[in-house]
């Protein structure tokens, strides 16, 4: 056998391997069990939001569009359903554009009808206004100035949920799940111009960006991926799509281990070989 048919078989177990990894999981994945840690970063928000007093006003800013809606959907809703078990008023937001206005309404609207929460009264859903960091700025200074109807039409000083509400520093708690750099939009003008707690959710590839946020205080707690998004769906105990995705993830990256494991003791073994 050839040094190129070796390569290409080699290349073909792999793949064969991996599907597996991934088929495999998915059939057994009611067998398989996770261990239902999660780090501090996660449980901080966790407990931030356990803290506060039913009642309650959060904003929940979901500034992601289709394209990561498959990563941050899960954390987005798990953080939606803790804020509804503790009958929080959550204020439905997006600073991202339309894309993310439709992904963050679809969101609220699914979370709301399987937790039995009404609209206007148990959360609202604020309509997509351009401008970004002058969003956020506005709502500092203004709350129905910024925003003078909900995504129905209804004028916001009527709803009950935003009863006692004039601003951004009227809120409890406001946390960011973003794709982008709406986090550090949130950041600079929410937390420091607003004097508003922060918490953040994000890709795991961006997770690091916002550890220093963390060491200075400017964010109580990060959600960071799909791993971090089902630490959180464990430690409501109302586990879904994070927790499922992970069991054939975790599969994958053990088979990736053991492959490179191998790859490395076989190559020391052939350079050996070629020095006797």
Known sequence: MTKEMKFTLTRWIIFILVALAIIIPVIIREKIKLPDTSSKVVKNIYDYIE?????????????????????????????????????????????????????????????????????????????????????ILNLCQDFYFTYPEDHKGRKTKDLAILKGIKSLKDMKYAMCISAGNAV????????????????????????????PFLQSKQLIGLVGGLGAASQYEALIKMKGTATES???????????????????????????????
């Open 51 to 135: 803290s506060l007093p039913e009642g309650a006003p959060v904003i929940l800013s979901l500034d992601f569009d289709p394209s990561s809606d498959e990563e941050l959907r899960p954390m987005a809703t798990a953080v939606l359903r803790h804020c509804f078990r503790k009958n929080l008023r959550v204020i439905g937001m997006t600073i991202w554009g339309p894309p993310a206005y439709g992904t963050m309404s679809d969101i609220f609207i699914k979370t709301s009808r399987e937790l039995n929460k009404q609209d206007g009264i148990d959360f609202a859903i604020m309509p997509y206004k351009p401008g970004v960091s002058s969003v």
């Open 184 to 211: 550090d939009v949130w950041i600079i003008f929410g937390k420091e111009q607003g004097r508003i707690p922060l918490g953040a959710g994000c890709t795991g590839v961006m997770a690091t960006d916002y550890y």
């Open 246 to 276: 992970m069991k054939p993830q975790t599969v994958v990256h053990s088979l990736i281990i053991i492959l490179i494991i191998i790859g490395n003791i076989s190559y020391f073994l052939s350079r050996r070989k070629h020095k006797i």
